[in-house]
């Protein structure tokens, strides 16, 4: 989590606040670079509600009428760098997800560290059957959760499946765009609090700019 921190301090390292409704629970927001939609995003408030749009994904969130209350953390802790988001728990209060990344999505390696738990847990001391799951599942690659699955299920090594109740295990990770958004919500509640204490600058009232369509980029950033 610490490097996801870090990498999204240099993605925003440059954005400026744009505010353009600020009436109560109403708001619209937006932060980007000057020049640029890269790493772009706004947020939306309304009574019960707040969404986050832009170039890494869309994302709705509900629980209190003032969701600005929901989300805010100790701004001197965010001034300094430490942005902390609770990805679990923010995921139940979620109402839409981007459609490109979700919360969660298939992690070979969270398999494969499953994997090698599920042995361990059940003090397995066959060598041959270590050996043969280390060859069949976790030094294979699958590219889909259901690939994995069956693999790990349909398991057998000498008459016995040892795995044949692995389909309780989770082997999905938070998405790294979701991890993203959570930090950047965060992160524009503080600046908007700031504001708000007149210790915020770099803010402009503009008209209302046009996201486009999105494509995914190598840096995991989505643009024209």
């Known amino acids: 989590m610490h490097c996801m921190q870090e990498r999204f301090l240099k993605d925003i390292a440059n954005h400026e606040m744009q505010i353009l409704v ?15 939609i ?26 209190v009428a003032d969701m600005f209350a929901f989300f805010r953390a100790d701004r001197k802790k965010v001034d300094s760098g430490q942005i902390e988001i609770n990805p679990g728990y923010w995921a139940e209060k979620v109402q839409a997800e981007d459609v490109h990344g979700g919360i969660k999505n298939f992690s070979l390696e969270v398999f494969r560290e499953r994997v090698r738990e599920w042995i361990e847990e059940r003090e397995i001391e066959d060598d ?6 280390e060859e069949e599942l976790i030094e294979r690659h699958f590219d889909f959760e259901h690939e994995a699955f069956d693999a790990a ?12 109740d692995f389909w309780e295990v989770s082997i999905r990770e938070y998405d ?13 509640i503080a600046q908007y609090d700031r504001h708000a204490q007149g210790k915020f600058y770099n803010v402009q009232l503009g008209e209302p700019f046009d996201m486009g369509n999105r494509k995914e980029n190598h840096d995991g950033s989505r643009t024209n």
Not at 128 to 133: K, P
Request: with cysteine; aromatic share 18%; net charge negative.
């Open 176 to 188: 790294y765009h979701y991890l993203w958004c959570c930090h950047a919500i965060v992160w524009a």
């Open 22 to 36: 600020d009436e109560d629970t109403y708001r619209h927001l937006r932060f980007r670079k000057p020049g640029t």
């Open 128 to 133: 041959g059957l270590r050996e043969a799951v």
């Open 153 to 164: 299920i349909s398991f057998e090594h000498n008459g016995d499946h040892p795995f044949q």
């Open 38 to 63: 890269c790493m772009g995003f706004d947020i939306v408030t309304w009574p019960g509600y707040l969404a986050i749009s832009g170039d890494m994904g869309c994302y709705v969130f509900s629980r």
